[in-house]
């Protein structure tokens, strides 16, 4: 092969192998770890998402914001495989996982912790930590994973309380732990500072963004509390009925007068 034929080709694919659309979306060649195309829910005559194309780069701190109705945690429902799509595909890592069970996206490397914690209060911090993992890892590698998820939460200190003591702020950064026990690459959490003070809106934003920083793990946070949102987003997405209204860096997307009026109370 000549110096002028090599230079032709600087992808590494080999161009006589018809790659997937999840292997162009997300694949190895790509920064995008998560890509939605087309993404599309119904329920009955409601549609609650409508032709989502949503990506996520690897390594991203994305929040994801709207009013209430927008669509937001229907959308990180069908990512985990609680819903199933109507339509369209859901691309991860180069791989479709459209049809994937939800153990089967934990596996791929996907967690979520949802709005309401839930976590059993007659068991300690550290046996609630355990759970998760136990169907991942024993021995010593359970013990440090558990230590990680511990150390993740902030609550190394209370490992032995009973979960029924924490404060909700503490329970919400108790389940943020055990999601990351699972070594996810890409984490989901659905308004994870709701009913939370000003002092522990600050420790979860903490956690979050360490997470990210020191582990590397991608986010896609639900949020309604914009100032949380300017604190810990690299990127925002605003969802609109179901679609996709505007996306951007938070100080754009906070002067947007057609976001202040659909979301910031502007059309009231």
Known sequence: MSSDETSTNTTGIDPTVRQTGAQLATGENTNTLL???GLVKRFGGFTACDDVDFGVDEGELRCLIGPNGAG????LKLVTGTYAASEGSI???????????P???????????FQVPSVYGDLSVRENVRLPIQRFADGAERRRRVDDALTASGLSDHADAPANTLSHGQQQQLEIGMAAS????????????????VEERAEIADRITRLNEERGIAFVVIEHDTEFVADIADHVTVLHQGEIFREGPI??????PEVKR???GGDH
């Open 35 to 37: 890509q939605t195309d």
């Open 182 to 197: 699972l070594e996810p690459d890409l984490l989901l959490l659905d308004e994870p500072v709701a009913g939370l003070d």
């Open 72 to 75: 937001k945690s229907t959308l």
């Open 91 to 101: 691309y991860y890592d180069g791989h479709d996982i459209t049809d994937f069970e």
């Open 103 to 113: 153990h089967e996206r934990v596996q791929q490397g996907i967690s979520m912790k």
């Open 262 to 264: 659909i979301y910031l």
């Open 251 to 256: 100080e754009e997307i906070s002067a947007d």
